[in-house]
């Protein structure tokens, strides 16, 4: 499918399901693709810390790519990750995620070198799809403020602006974004990436959103940032209010989180990769809870 053009787009980082043995659950990944296809999403993150990308194998993650590539029947889109500060692995990684059926691909700012804009400067140009620069610099802590800067707000800009980018996924520091966005192009998207923060990010300008959230509540993720972009901030935030209980609860609890939350919405969520632990049956409860105050469920 073509990537769409209007905004907002909204897509997910996808949890990867597991069998009782540890492996990789495709029948999962089929069943679950099915029932995201009935929902507002826009298309699929995979290789992603969502998805455990640390605990998957180079092969797996490839195999991922394919098995959502042929259950999603042509519709919606496929982002795949790409996390690695070496130019030639990255090409080389990119390159296998578009032969196995990804149209963009979504790179983080590199970790392990100060020369960013090297990087990317050689990377994108032969990258054989668009690519979604994303700014996060630590992988599995999504507490916001904190988050640490891994260039200039005007270096950002224009690596946003390179031929070959699509656009970008800004970071939870709000006070760093807000400044990075008025060096982004109007005409390149600029995305959220955290669910607490869907209505100040979009207030500073954020036209669509990569987050954990829209796996649960794909609906409401796009609604808080539709009324925004429509003016109507009344609405978003009558939908922010009530949903932001349900982000804290479920990504304060990492993949584990997501998944049970995924059970409960009667996805196929299932046990994190070994040798993390499921949420405990009371975490569970709380987790429930807020999807309820949240009306998800």
Not at 60 to 65: G, K, P
Not at 89 to 98: K, P
Not at 214 to 232: F, L, Y
Request: with cysteine.
């Amino acid at each position: 499918m073509p990537i769409p053009t209007s905004n907002p787009i909204v897509v997910a980082p996808n949890p990867t399901p597991f069998k009782a043995d540890d492996s990789v659950d495709h029948a999962a990944i089929e069943r679950n693709v099915e029932k995201w296809l009935k929902t507002p999403l826009s298309g699929f993150v995979l290789n992603s810390e969502n998805g455990e990308e640390q605990f998957l194998s180079e092969a797996e993650r490839l195999d991922i790519v394919r098995t959502v590539n042929a259950a999603r029947n042509g519709e919606k889109f496929i982002v795949g990750g790409v996390d690695s500060s070496s130019v030639t692995d990255s090409i080389r990684t990119a390159e296998a995620l578009v032969d196995a059926g990804a149209e963009m691909i979504r790179i983080r700012i590199p970790r392990l070198t100060k020369n960013v804009t090297g990087y990317f400067e050689q990377v994108v140009p032969r990258v054989p799809a668009p690519v979604l620069i994303i700014h996060q610099m630590a992988p599995g802590s999504f507490m916001g403020g904190d988050a640490p800067v891994g260039a200039e707000a005007e270096v950002i800009g224009d690596l946003v602006d390179l031929d070959n980018v699509f656009g970008y996924i800004a970071s939870g520091n709000v006070r760093f974004e807000a400044r990075v966005r008025n060096f982004v192009t109007t005409d390149k998207p600029f995305w959220l990436g955290n669910g607490l923060l869907l209505l100040a990010m979009s207030v500073i300008g954020a036209n669509g959103a990569c987050l954990m959230l829209a796996n649960v509540a794909p609906a409401e993720c796009h609604q808080i940032i539709s009324s925004v972009m429509n003016g109507d901030l009344k609405t978003a935030q009558e939908v922010q209010s009530r949903i932001i209980e349900a982000d804290k609860q479920i990504l304060d609890r990492g993949a584990a989180g997501i998944k049970a939350a995924l059970d409960l919405l009667g996805y196929v969520g299932g046990a994190p990769r070994l040798p993390n632990p499921s949420v405990s049956d009371a975490e569970r409860e709380i987790i429930r809870a807020a999807m309820a105050q949240a009306q998800l469920i």
